[in-house]
């Protein structure tokens, strides 16, 4: 299931790409528009990439680690989730590409390497350190995610990750475990530096506590 969801993401934005030299079907209004000035050029030589910080597609205004959610290739299924690491047009073609880092719906990922997982809320998410190439008119919108310790209180909107699935090695693990390379640590905490500068100090989740109350204390009827 996993496989064929990472190919048809990668399809999808096949198709876009087909679909834009078309010019019939691509007007420039239909088309991504980068914003700002060129912040590094790479590959100088040949085939050099332009990179840029921002870009604007049908009103809307992206930038380098926004979160955004991305057309699905079945318009009944959930868009796909991802942040911006990239912004750039390559060589003469002068369409804006994106590499995007993608997030996982539990929908996406086959139930055998979930395991005991159980959903505690359908805005559920699952980081990833899996990348793509994408075109930046397979854009829907942007959207909020926000990385929470499982002992915190959740903000009421926007996404919420609290695990990391390894596209590899098929393993599921708290974004907070300790089971990470040195790079993927200092991301997952800046991603939760993140969320707490956008809401506030996350809020530990009070625990139920249950009173023993002796039986000659408890009231009865008269």
């Known amino acids: 299931m996993e496989r064929n969801q990472r190919k048809r993401k990668k399809e999808t934005a096949k198709e876009l790409s087909i679909a834009k030299e078309n010019e019939l079907e691509w007007k420039p209004e239909h088309c991504a528009h980068l914003k700002g000035k060129v912040i590094k050029i790479t590959n100088e030589q040949r085939n050099e990439k332009c990179h840029y910080e921002r870009f604007k597609f049908r009103g809307g205004k992206y930038g380098l680690e926004d979160s955004v959610l991305l057309f699905p290739e079945d318009a009944s299924k959930n868009p796909?989730?991802?942040?911006?690491k990239d912004i750039y047009v390559q060589g003469k073609e002068g369409y804006v590409k994106l590499e995007v880092q993608w997030f996982y719906h539990p929908e996406d990922v086959d139930k055998k390497y979930i395991r005991n997982w159980k959903s505690k809320d359908s805005r559920d998410i699952f980081y990833s350190f899996h990348r793509d190439e994408v075109s930046a008119e397979s854009v829907k919108d942007d959207c909020s995610v926000y990385f929470v310790p499982e002992n915190k209180q959740v903000p009421n909107h926007g996404f919420i990750v609290q695990r990391v699935y390894n596209t590899e090695n098929k393993k599921m693990r708290k974004f907070t475990h300790h089971d990470f390379n040195?790079?993927?640590?200092?991301?997952?905490?800046?991603?939760?530096?993140?969320?707490?500068?956008?809401?506030?100090?996350?809020?530990?989740?009070l625990m139920k506590k249950h009173t023993f109350i002796p039986r000659h204390m408890e009231l009865v009827p008269e």
């Open 80 to 84: 796909y989730v991802a942040i911006i």
């Open 182 to 205: 040195e790079q993927q640590k200092q991301e997952l905490d800046l991603l939760l530096e993140k969320t707490i500068s956008r809401v506030g100090d996350l809020l530990d989740i």
